[in-house]
């Protein structure tokens, strides 16, 4: 069992950075890959990244490739997002998921936090 909370989402302007972050429960968080996902408001969630067991590869939407950047601190059983150059088509709530890297679908998702960017 995984449990975990996402933080570092906020109010930003446009071409504002944020950076998230996700703080896993369980000595078992290194084997398991970590995602991000988004929501907007009336739309489907989507992915945006997803980080490997052990960091070294990362994957992303190509929304946001070249801006935002996934990584993991296994140590610290935390997940990062760092976010550059917002828009406000990045507006969403932001969740964070968890799943073992043979497993397409992800099994366990935080609460969320939410980004809003500005104009």
């Known amino acids: 069992q995984v449990q975990l909370v996402e933080s570092g989402g906020g109010l930003v302007q446009a071409g504002g950075s944020l950076r998230l972050s996700c703080a896993a429960s369980g000595r078992t968080f290194s084997s398991y890959a970590m995602g991000w996902f988004r929501q907007a408001p009336g739309k489907e969630r989507e992915f945006v990244a997803a980080?490997?067991?052990?960091?070294?590869?990362?994957y992303y939407a190509d929304s946001v490739k070249g801006r935002f950047t996934g990584s993991r601190d296994n140590a610290k059983n935390t997940v990062y997002l760092q976010m550059n150059s917002l828009k406000p088509e990045d507006t969403a709530v932001y969740y964070c998921?968890?799943?073992?890297?043979?497993?397409?679908?992800?099994?366990?998702w935080g609460q969320g936090t939410q980004v809003t960017v500005s104009s």
């Open positions: 980080i490997s067991w052990r960091g070294g590869s990362t």
């Open positions: 998921a968890a799943k073992v890297p043979s497993r397409h679908e992800y099994d366990y």
